[in-house]
Every structure is written in C-alpha cells, then in structure tokens.
C-alpha cells in the first residue's frame, strides 16, 4: 500500500505496491510496445480495408497469399429469454478470467 497525497488537503491509500527503477523501466518499455501494437493495429485494418476493396468483395488469391471471408454466428442475447428471467445462470459459469493490464496514472506526490 501507498500513501498518496492528492492535494495539501487530501490524503488517500493506494491499493498499489511501489515498485522501483527495474520495474518502472520494464512498464515503461512494455507502455513503448503497447503503443507500436497501435499504431500497427491502425495499419492493419487500414490495409485490409484497401485489400477487400482491391478484392472487390469477394475471396481472392494472388502469390502466396489467399483473402478470405469467414461469418461467426452472432452471440445469444441471455438476457431477453423469457425462461431464463428467473434462472441463476451464476451455476454455469466458467472459471474466472485473470487479465493483467498496464495504464499510465496521473501525476500525484507519494509520501
């Protein structure tokens, strides 16, 4: 825990262990990479846009490459079946999910 000092007048704990220059060095290069995933992502799907266009909307070949287009069935919506309203669904779920994710914090004292 982290004792944060918001304002001269506010005084909050933080959830969070502080970590040191090792730590911060490792954050700040996976933040560098985090970004470059965007700016790709940005590329991608520009690309795609232009390959389905130059595709004319349909599967196309070309080299090595092959463009194709898959359909998933849409998900089911639980919440608007009738026979469902009064079932705890809690029972069926899976196991839960652990997800890690790295965010910048504003800039604050720590004591």
Not at 12 to 19: A, F, G, I, K, M
Not at 32 to 44: H, P, S
Not at 63 to 83: H, L, M, Q, S, W
């Amino acid at each position: 825990m982290t004792i944060i000092t918001v304002d001269k007048n506010i005084t909050v704990t933080s959830p969070y262990v502080e970590r040191g220059s090792v730590w911060i060095e490792k954050a700040t290069e996976l933040m560098k990479i985090k970004q470059i995933i965007k700016e790709y992502e940005v590329l991608e799907a520009q690309y795609l846009v232009e390959l389905k266009k130059l595709s004319e909307d349909i599967p196309s070949c070309g080299g090595n490459f092959v463009f194709d287009c898959t359909i998933r069935k849409g998900t089911i919506n639980y919440a608007i079946i009738p026979e469902l309203k009064n079932l705890d669904l809690e029972q069926y779920r899976k196991e839960p999910v652990v997800a890690w994710k790295l965010s910048m914090q504003l800039n604050i004292d720590r004591e």
